[in-house]
């Protein structure tokens, strides 16, 4: 991250935003990133640190083990790292919608958290993901913007409600905003 940047983030969600939604991934062969994923994220790295917020509720329902979770977040960490993308942080929600905690978006936990950690600028950072409760969470959090993506191949609902379609636009759209 450059200078300019210090303390601004991209918080981004996981499933169906930075990889393939699969459902509870267990298993990190199941891990595949979204098509120009990895060459948004590399493009936006210089401006801004990439954080990782996700709620990860098979954790609380007993779908995922802590450890395949683990295994699923390394993944996901080699798979970008191979790109040539570092992600400076990984913050997940282990609890069920219904637990109240403060760290399941739309509650700003995470990004708080994230913020606290990596001494990052809330005001000055972007929220990025595929449901309206990320773009919530970053509101609640002050982020400076939330943007809902949709991934090219999302179904057509998706696509008609989401800020962007697909990587590339998504990246035109960031480095604009943080321009």
């Not at 891990?31 to 990895?38: D, N, T, Y």
Request: aromatic share 4%.
């Amino acid at each position: 991250m450059s200078a300019e940047s210090k303390g601004r983030a991209l918080f981004l969600d996981r499933d169906g935003t930075i990889i393939v939604d699969v459902g509870y991934p267990r298993d990190p062969a199941q891990v595949a990133l979204l098509p120009g994923a990895a060459e948004a994220l590399a493009a936006l790295a210089p401006h801004a640190a990439l954080v990782i917020v996700s709620n990860q509720s098979g954790l609380a329902r007993g779908l995922i083990t802590p450890a395949e979770a683990a295994a699923v977040h390394a993944r996901v960490a080699l798979l970008l790292a191979d790109a040539g993308v570092a992600v400076a942080g990984a913050f997940y929600c282990p609890h069920g919608p219904d637990d109240g905690c403060r760290c399941r978006k739309p509650a700003a936990g995470l990004l708080l958290d994230a913020a606290a950690a990596h001494d990052l600028d809330l005001a000055a950072s972007i929220v990025v993901g595929d449901k309206p409760s990320d773009v919530a969470a970053g509101a609640a959090a002050g982020c400076r913007a939330g943007l809902l993506f949709a991934a090219a191949d999302a179904p057509p609902e998706a696509r008609a409600a989401a800020d962007v379609v697909g990587w590339p636009a998504a990246a035109a759209r960031l480095l604009a905003l943080l321009a």
